[in-house]
């Protein structure tokens, strides 16, 4: 119902975002810590990247769960402009003009989103040829690659052991600022020209060419946009972490992104923000739980993998009986 | 003969075999068939027509259980069968040939025939439909561990029709048996059609848009058009009625 | 997600040697191979008949033969019974988790006529949920598998040693392959099978049920499951409850491989993959020996791409693997 008053009038519904992200960033900014301030800045940014997997997966139609691997680019090309020397020189093994300077935030954010774009060619490729099942393997299978390599280039990324010392760039501005903003992009970009030949190009591909539109322009421009708002989350994600390694956008990562968008509703911008809300919130603040703990005089041992396990649970139940998620189109 | 839709029975509920009252049906949203009533006796031919897009195979499709009914009711030998898979009509007695044949290409002639013997109980029932199969079509048995897929239109149409036989049905729904087939090859189908209903007294209701050879073949026929019946009756007489005349023998 | 112990990483000092110490090398790497490829060959055939009759991947296929692991770790060893015993309860776990997850899972949403992708999450979910159901009440720790003494012996043929395990291994998973060709071949119901795998709406209106035949072909898949749990534990001798995650994805590959829905294909493919594995590791650099699911992975894109009807002649309409 609250979507019904919103829709047809975009001007409300900016206003309407816009304060409830301003009223997330204080909030965030100024009003909590630690664990809390977390759970609202990491539902921000995974709440970006979920968009971007509504533009792939519910828009174009193309199922792709690569995420992972392209936030990875992303990650660490940003985070080997803004490490300082200090570390760079010690750590890792880079040409001496690498190795000797540090960036600013925003060129460097534009550059890993620049890689992740390259990355995002890797996907665009096969989704010309293969549908389906074959398709959301490969994606998944990219990941590891990805994963894979970061763990063997040593000499720019430390391998398995990571880099720590991320300047921590990111506050709770430019988390949800970075919400807010890939939010209108994607509301503009829903209701321009580009935007519905994309839809059309998800539903039914056969349909989409004999109307004239280029089919492989569009999935090409899905991938663009949704590794774009990837690479963006990615780079966000590090700085605000402080760290990186090659199993932080791993294959649980994957998953739990993929609750989220399963989850919170994947036909709506709105599910997205919501799944990720429901995810993070319940993976952080859930993990004392995990840790073992006492209830009216019995102990509870440890019980890591909790967490997912409920997630799982959760996700099986909600894809049997409610496919398309918590937030639904009405029909 | 008489034109309209309405109540198409003519108080013969109880004798007929297979009996398609006031079917509403469609895909998705889209409405296909609007309110179709037919019957088909024991033992007789009856033809559906139409031309394309009218809802021919949609009320095979409705009959067989592949697609679910709206509103209405089919009967079938006395039995409701509205709410049953298709695996279990079939277990009633009655066959299906879909459109385009449907033959499993990857599976031998043989293997083909021994899937439409699934609902037979045992190895005598089997061998013995086999030979009656193999008396009808006898290039079938030439051809019997070749791959379906390799098979010819008119001789993949005669394993479609065979392996239909080999369930023991007591009523035969085929979708456009002549779709695709050189016309000598449609007189040999439609005379194999009609052979093994005066022999096995097996009805048939057959979708057609090959109005000639199916106004032959049959006793009766209706005429389906927009999801609706226009014109039903003796086989015989539609041929001399001046809208099927011009509409569908063109002149 | 562990990766799995190999035999050949020791091995691979002998590169520089050549002539007649390589042929022993390259026979020893077989001999090596079967168990490996064996495994991958099993859990390839569980893929393909599944995702031939119900047109579904079941990612947790793999899961399923962890599950079977453990039980048999269970049995076997906490409750010393005997190794038989231990195996046949282990593989009628393992038919009756794919009965599981077809009823609970599978069967609402494809009456449901849910989405590929649906599915496809539901389905991740699953192999999610079992996994880190079973690390949370078992911890990753490496457990033994209970093989019987008499299964350690090694026969020495000239310079090779050949294990009796792996004999053994080869033995089980020839008899299972004859055993399951025959029923996919032969059987009315294999023959519903592939007649359902290649066109659903006609084989039912034959008379196959749905619901029953994808039933049978889950119990088929798990049954395999269960067998590749046997050889596993017999050939590597550890359960521990990640073990699955690899050897799953790379059954998965094993099908692809094969052709999807050819059954000897998919075992084929497994022993291929298997050698495969084997041989690169044998002959790669111990340095880059993380690169090896790497290695694996590119395979499977190539595969994918270039050539997605697998080396063999698949079984279903190759329409529907397009999505």
Not at chain 3, 203 to 230: C, D, E, K
Request: hydrophobic share 50%.
């Amino acid at each position: 119902m609250l979507h019904s008053k919103l829709k047809g009038r975009p001007m409300l519904r900016y206003i309407f975002c816009f304060v409830l992200l301003i009223l997330g960033a204080v909030f965030a900014e100024f009003f909590v810590r630690g664990v809390y301030k977390d759970v609202l800045i990491l539902t921000a940014i995974n709440a970006i990247v979920c968009l971007s997997a509504v533009v792939t997966n519910t828009f174009a139609g193309q199922f792709s769960l690569g995420f992972g691997g392209i936030m990875l680019t992303a990650a660490y090309t940003a985070s080997l402009f803004t490490l300082p020397p200090s570390y760079k020189m010690v750590f890792l093994n880079l040409p001496p003009f690498l190795a000797r300077l540090q960036w600013p935030f925003i060129p460097a954010l534009l550059l890993g989103v620049l890689f992740s774009v390259l990355a995002s060619l890797f996907f665009v490729f096969p989704s010309f040829r293969l549908r389906g099942h074959y398709f959301i393997l490969i994606t998944l299978g990219l990941n590891v690659i990805f994963a894979n390599l970061a763990i063997n280039l040593r000499d720019w990324t430390h391998g398995p052991l990571g880099i720590r010392n991320i300047p921590f760039y990111t506050n709770a501005w430019w988390a949800f600022g970075g919400l807010g903003l890939t939010l209108w992009f994607l509301d503009r970009f829903i209701s321009s020209r580009f935007g519905r030949a994309l839809i059309i190009v998800g539903r039914d591909e056969t349909l989409a060419a004999s109307l004239g539109i280029n089919v492989l322009f569009y999935k090409f421009l899905a991938f663009l946009i949704s590794s774009i708002i990837q690479g963006f989350a990615g780079v966000l994600w590090v700085h605000y972490i402080g760290s990186m390694h090659p199993n932080v956008f791993d294959l649980n990562f994957v998953f739990l992104i993929v609750a989220m968008y399963a989850l919170g509703g994947s036909q709506r911008l709105s599910g997205a923000i919501l799944g990720a809300a429901i995810v993070t919130a319940l993976t952080h603040l859930a993990r004392p739980i995990q840790e073992g703990f006492t209830l009216f005089g019995y102990t509870i041992p440890p019980l890591m993998g909790l967490i997912q396990v409920l997630i799982a649970l959760i996700l099986i139940i909600v894809m049997i009986f409610r496919p398309e998620g918590i937030i639904r189109r009405k029909i | 003969m008489s034109l309209g839709k309405g109540d198409l029975n003519g108080g013969k509920v109880n004798n007929a075999l297979l009996t398609v009252h006031q079917l509403v049906t469609g895909y998705g949203r889209a409405l296909v068939l609007n309110h179709v009533s037919l019957t088909v006796d024991f033992p007789e031919i009856v033809a559906l027509l139409g031309a394309n897009g009218a809802g021919k195979t949609t009320t095979l499709r409705a009959i067989i259980g592949l697609i679910p009914c709206w509103e209405g009711e089919i009967v079938f030998g006395g039995t409701c069968i509205n709410q049953l898979p298709p695996s279990d009509r079939v277990r009633l007695g009655l066959a299906y040939c879909p459109e385009g044949r449907g033959i499993f290409a990857n599976l031998s002639v043989l293997e083909n025939l021994r899937v439409g013997a699934y609902t037979l109980r045992n190895k005598r029932d089997f061998l013995k439909n086999l030979h009656d199969v193999f008396a009808l079509f006898p290039r079938l048995k030439e051809r019997l561990h070749q791959l379906a897929g390799s098979l010819s239109g008119g001789e993949q149409q005669m394993l479609a029709l065979g392996r239909a036989l080999m369930s023991n049905p007591k009523m035969l729904l085929l979708d456009e048996p002549s779709l695709g087939l050189a016309p000598i090859l449609v007189k040999e189908i439609y005379s194999k059609i009609v052979e093994l209903h005066e022999e096995q007294k097996i009805s048939i209701l057959l979708v057609e848009q090959n109005v000639d050879i199916a106004l032959t073949a049959s006793h009766r026929a209706y005429v389906l058009e927009k999801g609706q019946i226009v014109l039903y009756g003796l086989s015989s007489d539609l041929r001399s009625h001046p809208v099927i005349q011009t509409a569908y023998l063109g002149g | 997600m562990g990766y799995h112990p190999t035999f050949a990483v020791t091995q691979s000092y002998k590169l520089h040697i050549l002539g007649d110490d390589m042929i022993n090398f390259i026979l020893q790497q077989i001999i090596n191979a079967i168990g490996y490829g064996c495994i991958l060959g099993l859990l390839g055939i569980g893929y393909t008949i599944i995702y031939g009759v119900a047109g579904l991947i079941n990612f947790a296929h793999g899961e399923i033969f962890m599950i079977a692991s453990i039980v048999a770790y269970l049995v076997g060893y906490l409750m010393q019974a005997s190794f038989i015993y231990a195996s046949i309860v282990a593989i009628i776990t393992a038919l009756c988790c794919g009965l599981l997850l077809n009823y609970l899972i599978y069967q609402p949403c494809i009456k449901r006529r849910s989405s590929v992708l649906t599915i496809f999450i539901a389905s991740f979910g699953a192999s999610v949920f079992l996994r880190f159901l079973l690390l949370m009440l078992l911890t990753d720790r490496r457990r033994p598998f209970p093989i019987p003494l008499v299964f350690e012996h090694v026969f020495s043929v000239g310079e090779l040693r050949v294990p009796l395990k792996d004999v053994i291994t080869l033995g089980i998973s020839i008899v299972v392959v004859i055993i399951t060709v025959y029923i996919v071949k032969y059987t009315r119901t294999g023959i519903a099978m592939r007649a359902f795998a290649f066109d659903k709406e006609t084989a039912q209106v034959m008379g196959i049920s749905l619901s029953r035949i994808t039933t049978i072909a889950f119990v088929l898949g798990g049954s395999l499951a269960g067998v590749a749990a046997i050889v596993y534990g017999l050939t590597f001798g550890v359960v521990y409850p990640t073990m699955g995650f690899l050897p799953g994805l790379y059954g998965f590959m094993a099908a692809v491989i094969g052709g999807i829905g050819n059954v000897l294909g998919g075992f084929i493919g497994g022993i291929l993959l298997g050698f495969a594995e084997i041989f690169t590791v044998a002959f790669f650099p111990p340095a880059l020996s993380p690169l090896r699911p790497l290695l694996v992975w590119v395979i499977l894109i190539l595969i994918m791409l270039f050539k997605p009807t697998g080396l063999f002649k698949p079984n279903i309409k190759f329409e529907e693997l397009r999505g």
